[in-house]
T-cell receptor, first 110, second 115 residues
Framework: AQSVTQLGSHVSVSEGALVLLRCNYSSSVPPYLFWYVQYPNQGLQLLLKYTSAATLVKGINGFEAEFKKSETSFHLTKPSAHMSDAAEYFCAVSDNDMRFGAGTRLTVKP | EAQVTQNPRYLITVTGKKLTVTCSQNMNHEYMSWYRQDPGLGLRQIYYSMNVEVTDKGDVPEGYKVSRKEKRNFPLILESPSPNQTSLYFC??????????????FGSGTRLTVV
């Protein structure tokens, strides 16, 4: 079964700094990859998804992710962090069902 | 607005008292699923349903029941809740279970405390 691994359970950045959340997948076939965001006291929301149309995927709130087959990675980035980006982020792969990573909690310092 | 609605948002109950958490979606999705989220353990699937009257166990089904009598509703039943079922619960729905680029739509969650 396919799976995803998120490196780093906690990431802390300063406001205005680059956000980089790491996700590696295990798959021998082209994967269906997603990033979800969970704000405090809310459910998960779809942030972006890889559809194979382009390796660089743009999502909501200025986030984007790049699919790199050679590195089996789908890292999430945002050039400039905002306080409102503080949340938990989940990478996921759609196999027989949706398989979620353990999550990365992003803290943004003023 | 396309959404998954869970009720209640918060629930405190006592051990052994049967409870039901409701979940309803308005997107005509065939696939629905329940998860529990615990610190350090991420999201774990409890039960899922591929369509009306079709349900199956996920990774942690013990102590839970589900039913899918209508396409839009997928209630989660705890017939005899225990403290180890204290958790944050999420319902989700989608057009497909997997192997597609259809994402899941999640409800806002139900925080359950069993004392």
């Amino acid at each position: 079964a396919q799976s995803v691994t998120q490196l780093g359970s906690h990431v802390s950045v300063s406001e205005g700094a680059l956000v980089l959340l790491r996700c590696n997948y295990s798959s021998s076939v082209p994967p269906y990859l997603f990033w979800y965001v969970q704000y405090p006291n809310q459910g998960l929301q779809l942030l972006l998804k890889y559809t194979s149309a382009a390796t660089l995927v743009k999502g909501i709130n200025g986030f984007e992710a790049e699919f790199k087959k050679s590195e089996t990675s789908f890292h999430l980035t945002k050039p400039s962090a905002h306080m409102s980006d503080a949340a938990e982020y989940f990478c996921a792969v759609s196999d027989n069902d949706m398989r979620f990573g353990a999550g990365t909690r992003l803290t943004v310092k003023p | 607005e396309a959404q998954v609605t869970q009720n209640p948002r918060y629930l405190i109950t006592v051990t052994g008292k049967k409870l039901t958490v409701t979940c309803s979606q308005n997107m005509n999705h065939e696939y629905m699923s329940w998860y529990r989220q615990d610190p350090g353990l991420g999201l774990r699937q409890i039960y899922y349903s591929m369509n009306v009257e079709v349900t199956d166990k996920g990774d942690v089904p013990e102590g839970y029941k589900v039913s899918r009598k209508e396409k839009r509703n997928f209630p989660l039943i705890l017939e005899s809740p225990s403290p180890n079922q204290t958790s944050l619960y999420f319902c989700a729905s989608s057009r497909d279970r997997g192997r597609s680029n259809y994402g899941y739509t999640f409800g806002s969650g139900t925080r359950l405390t069993v004392v």
